[in-house]
């Protein structure tokens, strides 16, 4: 069933879940803790909730926003700030680059409470503008960011958490309850916060190589990694990397796939 929310007919297939707990919005912008400097960037502002709590904090405020009715109604409602711009676009598809300013070119701070449906490519789609990107915070599905911060050998850990936490810090910061949204969603929810790395404190690696790398080690996840990456690597390469090659893909950690990855690198 759709819902009207403050007059809005609630979408479905935008993932419109809109946050109705100022608790929660609080709690978000807090964890922000948005400075007077601040170029910050919010993904699918909705009907503006926490967008009011972040416009008068920040120098600049850029929204990407895909449904159309909503554009008037957050023309009228922020109509006053002068450091707010609404972008009608779908983010998945939006130069995140061309928001940073041509002349300070200070770095970006994004927020989203995300459609859930879209937020694994969204991220990825960011990722590849990591270097201009500050911060980011994102309302998930709580087991997508369990994911997303998984440790090896635990049930969560997979493809998006070694591709999450070799480009990002990534940090689970608190869950949220359906009824914080209206209409409320199925499942539970959560806030990760993930900061693109500024040092690559682990191995270089060519990033294209890694995610299909991780991919294809992840395809069967039941399978030891030597069968997995069995047309890239033999048992003498496992014994180099010191890797035992019949583990399995999960208990790997960040740092083998770099490695495993730089090895094969060397030998294609
Ligand atoms: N941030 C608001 C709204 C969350 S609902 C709040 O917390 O209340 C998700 C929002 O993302 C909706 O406004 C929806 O229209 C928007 N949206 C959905 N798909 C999008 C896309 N591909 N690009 C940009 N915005 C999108």
């Known amino acids: 069933m759709s819902k009207i929310v403050q ?18 919005i609080n709690r978000i912008v807090d964890s922000i803790a948005p400075q007077p400097q601040d170029q910050m960037v919010e993904i699918g502002p909705g009907l503006g909730a926490i967008t009011e709590l972040l416009l008068d904090k920040v120098a600049s405020l850029n929204v990407v926003e895909l449904d159309r009715d909503l554009i008037p109604r957050l023309q009228t409602k922020f109509a006053d700030a002068n450091n707010f711009q609404i972008h009608h676009c779908d983010a998945l598809k939006f130069d995140f680059a061309s928001l940073v300013n041509s002349e300070n070119k200070q770095k970006l701070r ?9 937020s694994t490519p969204l991220i990825f789609h960011l990722l590849q503008y990591k270097t201009h990107i500050q911060d980011m915070y994102f309302m998930l599905q709580r087991e997508v960011v369990e994911r997303i911060c998984a440790e090896p050998s635990t049930k969560a850990y997979g493809r998006l958490s070694v591709m999450s936490q070799y480009h990002c810090e990534t940090q689970m910061l608190f869950t949220v309850p359906p009824g914080a949204f209206q209409p409320a969603p199925k499942v539970n929810s959560a806030i990760v916060r993930l900061m693109p790395r500024s040092i690559q404190p682990l191995k270089p690696v060519k990033e294209q190589l890694l995610a299909k790398v991780v991919t294809e080690s992840f395809n069967q996840r039941r ?13 003498t390469d496992f ?13 790997l950690t960040v740092e083998d796939y770099l490695t495993l990855t730089n090895l094969i690198e060397n030998k294609l």
Not at 110 to 118: D, K, M, R, S
Not at 223 to 235: P, S, V, Y
């Open 223 to 235: 399978k030891t990694i030597r069968n997995n990456l069995k047309h890239w690597l033999c048992e």
């Open 110 to 118: 994004i927020v989203g409470n995300l459609p859930y449906n879209i």
């Open 7 to 24: 007059g809005h007919q609630a979408r479905k297939r935008f993932g419109q879940n809109f946050l109705a707990e100022p608790y929660y």
């Open 239 to 251: 014994e180099l990397l010191k890797i035992e090659p019949s583990a399995r893909p999960e208990t």
